[in-house]
Nanobody, 125 residues
Framework: QVQLVESGGGLVQAGGSLRLSCEAS????????MSWFRQPPGKEREFVAA???????DYAASVKGRFTIFRDNTKNTVYLQMNSLNPEDTATYYC???????????????????WGQGTQVTVSS
């Protein structure tokens, strides 16, 4: 089993920045992909960014150029640096992990085996 704990959410003004962290614990040697999803109020959960142990990086079009995902494998932690935030980025942000070596679509939530509890990000205009 793998446990994921997010931190770093909060309230920020439009144009500001936040950095989210997600620390994995447990059987982390099996974790190959760590990603971020978000769920805006009243909407479905959506893909934000993914990072694989092999170096694959992917971003949703809505955040590309503003958000950066990076990992510290020594700390079993993935980060999401969010810049130029706007009110449309307001959501609960979830960390997710895959503990398989084969996957088909990192943007699909059903690929993921573990989820964190979520951290709230609110961007005021």
């Amino acid at each position: 089993q793998v446990q994921l704990v997010e931190s770093g959410g909060g309230l920020v003004q439009a144009g500001g920045s936040l950095r989210l962290s997600c620390e994995a614990s447990g059987r982390t040697f099996n974790v190959y992909v760590m990603s971020w999803f978000r769920q805006p109020p009243g909407k479905e959960r959506e893909f934000v960014a993914a990072s694989s142990r092999g170096g694959t990086i992917d971003y949703a079009a809505s955040v590309k150029g503003r958000f950066t995902i990076f990992r510290d494998n020594t700390k079993n932690t993935v980060y999401l640096q969010m810049n130029s935030l706007n009110p449309e980025d307001t959501a609960t942000y979830y960390c997710a992990a895959i503990d398989k070596t084969i996957w088909f679509n990192l943007r699909r939530s059903s690929e993921y085996d573990y989820w964190g509890q979520g951290t709230q990000v609110t961007v005021s205009s």
